[in-house]
């Protein structure tokens, strides 16, 4: 693939994201010009909580964890980013360092924008920083639904939320598939894997759900739990 066929690629798929699909066709190539698609190893750390915030991602395939690690080493997963999705850029604004890391569940597949490249798009076209204002009061409004969650839920009702929210997400389907090993699942909710294998022993003793391995079978009793 010759460099104008990437960064063309790369326009195109710029364009179907949230954060861009708005914008001018020049403020498009721009963005276009300076990104950097990189791909990712199930497993494989795009950075760790510490390091320079060089710049920000947007997911083209696959899924990236961010989380932070507590110093026993207790993993608490802080969102789970699909395609189009996009993270880490208030580090490529104020310059600091990544307050979290970032890790692939999957092989996966990213659009990096560089920092300083993108400080410069943003000083010819000021227009694109309302895109980013968006970007900031999304990621707020989300870590302040995790903090209420960890705060006032107890693991059970994580749970629970959690099976309607992949119930949704899959076509209201009364049987969901898990799409999270149980061990990244409770650093999801916040959690140990011993909690969340109780809390499942627990919904299946008051019939809310039935297992049966990954896919689990909906009750009309969960949607009023």
Same mark, same amino acid.
Do not use: C
């Given at each position: 693939?010759?460099l104008?066929?990437?960064v063309?690629?790369?326009?195109?798929?710029?364009?179907?994201t949230?954060i861009?699909?708005?914008?001018?066709d020049?403020?498009?190539?721009?963005l276009?010009?300076?990104a950097?698609?990189?791909?990712y190893?199930?497993?494989?750390?795009?950075f760790w909580?510490?390091?320079?915030g060089?710049?920000?991602?947007?997911?083209?395939?696959?899924?990236?964890?961010?989380?932070k690690?507590a110093?026993?080493?207790?993993?608490?997963?802080?969102?789970?980013?699909?395609a189009?999705?996009?993270?880490?850029?208030?580090?490529?604004?104020?310059?600091?360092?990544?307050?979290? #890391?970032? !890790?692939?569940?999957?092989? /996966?597949?990213?659009?990096? $924008?560089?920092?300083?490249?993108?400080?410069?798009? =943003?000083?010819?076209?000021?227009?694109?920083a309302i895109?980013?204002?968006?970007?900031?009061?999304?990621?707020?409004?989300?870590?302040?639904?995790?903090?209420?969650?960890?705060?006032f839920?107890?693991?059970?009702?994580?749970?629970?939320?959690?099976?309607?929210m992949?119930?949704?997400?899959q076509n209201?389907?009364?049987?969901?598939?898990?799409?999270l090993?149980?061990?990244?699942?409770?650093?999801l909710?916040?959690t140990?894997?011993?909690?969340? #294998?109780? !809390?499942?022993?627990?919904? /299946?003793q008051?019939?809310i $759900?039935?297992?049966?391995?990954?896919?689990?079978? =909906?009750s009309?009793?969960?949607?009023?739990?």
């Amino acid at each position: 693939m010759t460099l104008t066929e990437r960064v063309l690629e790369v326009k195109q798929f710029l364009r179907k994201t949230p954060i861009f699909q708005d914008i001018l066709d020049e403020q498009l190539q721009a963005l276009a010009n300076i990104a950097i698609p990189q791909t990712y190893k199930k497993g494989e750390t795009l950075f760790w909580e510490g390091d320079p915030g060089t710049g920000f991602f947007i997911v083209k395939s696959g899924r990236i964890k961010v989380f932070k690690l507590a110093n026993g080493g207790k993993e608490q997963i802080l969102h789970i980013f699909g395609a189009e999705e996009h993270f880490a850029e208030v580090p490529a604004f104020d310059g600091g360092n990544f307050p979290a #890391s970032a !890790a692939a569940l999957e092989n /996966s597949e990213v659009v990096f $924008i560089p920092r300083t490249a993108f400080l410069m798009v =943003l000083q010819q076209h000021p227009t694109l920083a309302i895109a980013m204002l968006k970007t900031f009061a999304r990621h707020l409004r989300r870590l302040a639904h995790l903090v209420d969650t960890l705060s006032f839920q107890e693991v059970p009702e994580r749970l629970v939320n959690y099976l309607l929210m992949l119930s949704d997400r899959q076509n209201n389907a009364d049987i969901v598939e898990l799409d999270l090993p149980k061990l990244q699942l409770a650093a999801l909710l916040g959690t140990i894997p011993e909690t969340l #294998s109780r !809390a499942f022993y627990k919904l /299946s003793q008051e019939g809310i $759900i039935e297992m049966n391995g990954t896919k689990i079978k =909906l009750s009309p009793q969960l949607r009023k739990h």
